[in-house]
């Protein structure tokens, strides 16, 4: 499923709509029309966004421990991880 699902479908009817309010007709040759592929994608878009509600967050575990730091920062230091980036 796509994050950028819903923001296409309403750029697809926002530019089939610029197309038909079009003043000069010579520029765009082709006839602008969502048929039933589209409906099927905006059904698809609605319900998927709709059941994505339905998804619990997940839950979070205080842990009274510090977390512990990167793998490469505890081999080699902060001076060695600087030296690091300051060679590549």
């Known amino acids: 499923r796509s994050k950028w699902a819903s923001p296409d479908m309403f750029a697809y009817i926002l530019l ?13 040759l082709s006839r602008a029309r969502l048929e039933i592929g589209f409906s099927c994608f905006s059904t698809f878009v609605v319900t998927a966004t709709v059941s994505s509600l339905g998804i619990p967050f997940p839950q979070v575990q205080l842990a009274e421990e510090r977390p512990t730091a990167p793998l490469l920062l505890r081999l080699f230091g902060r001076k060695g991880i600087a030296a690091i980036a300051a060679l590549s």
């Open 16 to 28: 089939v709509d610029l197309v038909r309010t079009l003043e000069v007709e010579s520029l765009i």
